[in-house]
């Protein structure tokens, strides 16, 4: 019975998979003139599609990005830690000549844009593992928003028909981001700029293309030269949390004659440049003073949480300290040495989870839900926190638990 039922779910999904191979070898041939009305000639189109096997996997992903589905403080203990400040500091002084040229002609300080080049690939360490032509493809062909990642299917084609990019072990995000500062492939076609002077805008090679395109970018998007992006700070007791928000701004005076100061209690700057109070936890977690600045950080990947991260990593870069007022929670994040620490206690008792590289996926979830049990503690989430790590570091010994 058992063997019937695994050969019925095998056909199943043999089934499946030939239907949607199907649909999407159909779906190719008729993108196909539409990318010639797009400028990719045919021969061109045949030769980067002719090979595609859809992954239907992106689509379960289209609703799940993590900035919109992370608390914010595992979102930024994990991509602003010790680590990814210690490798920016050397990343600024390995490029500081680049970096240095980059300012001049853009006007954004070397610490932002390395700040973005280690939120947005660890620079330059992880640019994603997905086929760049099969994820576009595929979601160009089924689930939602199919106009718009058509968009980024046809403007990948035209920049390997340019000769900007290489066909090679083109890899990205399962939505198309890709290179080492993972812009989408329209923003490729209209940002990218030629910062190492070859005459190709290559953002996947080359360090000095990527760093000027993220500074182009930044610069495109408002960025003013010599302003910051905001400050953390100290809200006066009883302040009216309806009058945060990014988009509700006021001049800084107004916030300072309301009481607000830096988060050490110093005055702020006296200025009339337009703030809004930013509140990502709440009225009792952090709060900061966001400026034009943040919301260039911002318009690179529509989420607080995200231009928040880039904004404290800069700050971080430039030496300043973390975040002094705690999350509202009793469970902190972990960064990823902390990470690491709590996967090698979870590979001491026994969970096979693989190596202990500070990445939580589904492997030591589950080892950790395992071991929440084990101790009792609530929630038995899978979540990677404060509670559990010290929960394990306090037993002593490693414990083999039979999985």
């Not at 006296?270 to 260039?296: E, I, K, M, W, Y």
């Not at 996967?343 to 008792?349: H, Y």
């Amino acid at each position: 019975m058992k063997t019937l039922l695994c050969a019925s779910l095998a056909l199943a999904f043999w089934s499946n998979a030939a239907a949607d191979e199907m649909v999407f070898n159909d779906c190719l041939a008729g993108l196909r003139g539409k990318a010639e009305a797009a400028g990719i000639e045919g021969a061109s189109f045949d030769a980067n599609t002719r090979d595609l096997v859809p992954d239907m996997g992106v689509l379960e992903l289209l609703d799940a990005q993590p900035e919109f589905t992370t608390p914010i403080w595992d979102y930024l203990a994990a991509l602003v830690d010790d680590q990814r400040v210690s490798d920016g500091q050397a990343m600024l002084l390995a490029n500081a000549a680049t970096l240095a040229q980059v300012s001049q002609e853009y006007g954004v300080d070397p610490q932002t844009v390395v700040a973005v080049w280690g939120v947005e690939s660890d620079y330059g360490k992880t640019f994603g593992k997905r086929p760049l032509l099969v994820s576009l493809a595929t979601l160009s062909c089924f689930g939602r928003r199919q106009d718009f990642f058509r968009g980024e299917f046809f403007a990948t084609l035209d920049l390997l028909q340019s000769g900007d990019l290489k066909p090679e072990g083109l890899t990205g995000s399962w939505a198309g981001a890709f290179g080492h500062t993972q812009f989408m492939p329209t923003t490729y076609q209209r940002i990218a700029v030629d910062g190492d002077g070859d005459g190709r805008r290559d953002l996947v090679a080359s360090i000095p293309d990527a760093l000027a395109s993220t500074a182009n970018y930044l610069k495109q998007a408002g960025w003013r030269t010599g302003e910051p992006w905001g400050y953390e700070v100290k809200l006066p007791a009883g302040f009216d949390a309806a009058l945060a928000g990014r988009k509700n701004k006021r001049p800084l005076s107004d916030w300072i004659a309301r009481g607000i100061t830096r988060v050490d209690g110093t005055p702020l700057p006296a200025s009339d440049a337009q703030a809004g109070v930013l509140l990502p936890a709440g009225a009792t977690g952090p709060a900061f003073l966001v400026f034009r600045n943040f919301d260039a950080i911002y318009s690179y990947n529509a989420a607080e949480s995200y231009a928040l991260a880039i904004a404290t990593l800069s700050d971080r870069l430039r030496g300043g300290g973390a975040l002094i007022t705690p999350w509202p929670t009793d469970d902190p994040g972990l960064g990823r040495g902390e990470r690491k620490q709590l996967q090698l206690l979870l590979l001491a008792r026994g969970h096979a989870i693989g190596e202990a590289d500070g990445m939580i996926g589904t492997l030591t979830r589950r080892a950790i839900v395992a071991e929440q049990q084990r101790l009792g503690l609530q929630p038995q989430d899978g979540r990677a926190g404060r509670k559990i790590l010290d929960a394990l570091r306090r037993e002593g010994p490693p414990i083999q638990v039979p999985l």
